[in-house]
């Protein structure tokens, strides 16, 4: 999996001269938000008619990327703020106007150092991005396609390089694939399993609210894991667009849930801890908010430098809507509780007897 790097690897990242802080997030309307809490990007600045650098920051106490295991930020952060950066490059910079119908495409990640996600627990994830348009159709007023490239940089180190493709409407032509897109969609009636997500430790989180996949029943005979999108719809990450569709945000960490779950089921990782260090979909139609949610995994084997590929299909009114790819970095095991006082270990191992074990909660989730 490649993130298509764009231009050298030396470090800084940001020109000499360029100054970007981290004082204030950019305007919410850039990056489609209502809540100032859910935008990431802080500063830019258009260094050429197709460079652009900006800087992003995540709050620590961040209802969805602040519930992980301590000693690392979420790889997949850094992602979300990079999707969000597209929007600030072609609003501020790009001259496209805003609320021009966008669609993303395709979006091909790659972390490129995992350790530079690394914290304390006291410091914000933050960095720098640089984007070039590499790819443009159709003029500035009437864009059709574009392509950009770029690269992260967080505690000074590369951290991620990416490619995202996105596409253009007009709103006459949006509202018109939204109703080739609807065609043959039962929308009106459509209802969901109302299932309840996994446990949260099955999928490597620990707030109820920040599981968003359910086990999905009967498995299909090829051999892959389902589960169903099950997100809280009230959920202050993913309920701030109000479009009645499903957001891209969702979808993917949907994808990683389901891979970390179906990793842990077949046997590929023993926990359920992992950095995202590599993520591609492609997204060929809009997801419906109302309707269920299919996702299929097929987990692969280890590569030689540890990271567990997972292919996942996502499905619709039994129709592919998309595709991606997870790559999983397992965590280090946890280190083994010390050991327990004679004076307290006949009721501590009373109540550990009681305490169900990782793979007890994954059966009965089934």
């Not at 990431?40 to 620590?60: C, E, G, K, M």
């Not at 490129?112 to 690394?118: G, I, M, S």
């Not at 269920?292 to 996942?312: F, H, K, N, S």
């Not at 499905?315 to 999983?328: D, S, V």
Request: with cysteine; net charge neutral.
């Amino acid at each position: 999996m490649s993130g298509d790097c764009v231009g050298p690897a030396h470090l800084p990242l940001l020109p000499p001269g360029t100054e970007l802080t981290f004082d204030q997030a950019v305007p919410r309307s850039l990056v489609q938000r209502r809540q100032t809490a859910e935008v990431f990007v802080a500063d830019s600045v258009q260094a050429t008619p197709d460079d652009f650098y900006l800087s992003f920051r995540i709050p620590r106490a961040h209802a969805l990327w602040s519930d992980q295991r301590a000693g690392y930020h979420d790889p997949l952060a850094s992602v979300e703020a990079a999707r969000q950066a597209v929007s600030v490059v072609l609003h501020r910079h790009a001259g496209v106007l805003p609320g021009w119908p966008v669609t993303l495409r395709r979006i091909s990640v790659r972390i490129e150092d995992p350790e530079a996600y690394a914290t304390d627990g006291t410091t914000p994830l933050q960095g720098y991005l640089h984007y070039r348009i590499s790819d443009r159709v159709g003029g500035a007023a009437t864009p059709r396609a574009m392509t950009l490239r770029g690269r992260a940089e967080i505690n000074g180190r590369l951290a991620m390089t990416l490619s995202v493709e996105i596409g253009f409407r007009s709103r006459t032509g949006h509202g018109s694939l939204q109703s080739h897109q609807g065609a043959g969609k039962p929308v009106g009636t459509a209802r969901r399993a109302g299932l309840p997500p996994l446990a949260p430790a099955l999928v490597g989180r620990s707030d109820p609210r920040n599981a968003v996949i359910a086990a999905g029943g009967a498995e299909p005979d090829d051999g892959a894991v389902h589960y169903l999108l099950a997100c809280d719809p009230g959920h202050p990450a993913f309920s701030d667009h109000g479009d009645g569709h499903i957001p891209a945000s969702l979808l993917v960490e949907g994808l990683r849930q389901s891979a970390v779950a179906a990793a842990c089921r077949t046997g590929a990782m023993p926990e359920p801890y992992a950095r995202t260090v590599g993520c591609a979909a492609v997204f060929r139609e809009s997801a419906e908010a109302g309707a269920e949610l299919t996702y299929l995994v097929r987990v692969g084997a280890q590569d030689e430098d540890g990271r567990i590929p997972a292919e996942v299909g996502v499905w619709q009114f039994g129709r592919p809507i998309a595709e991606g790819r997870i790559e999983l970095l397992p965590d280090e095991p946890a280190a083994p509780e010390p050991p327990v006082p004679y004076r307290y270990s006949r009721s501590r191992r009373r109540a550990q007897a009681h305490t169900p074990t990782h793979q007890e909660q994954l059966n009965s989730q089934k």
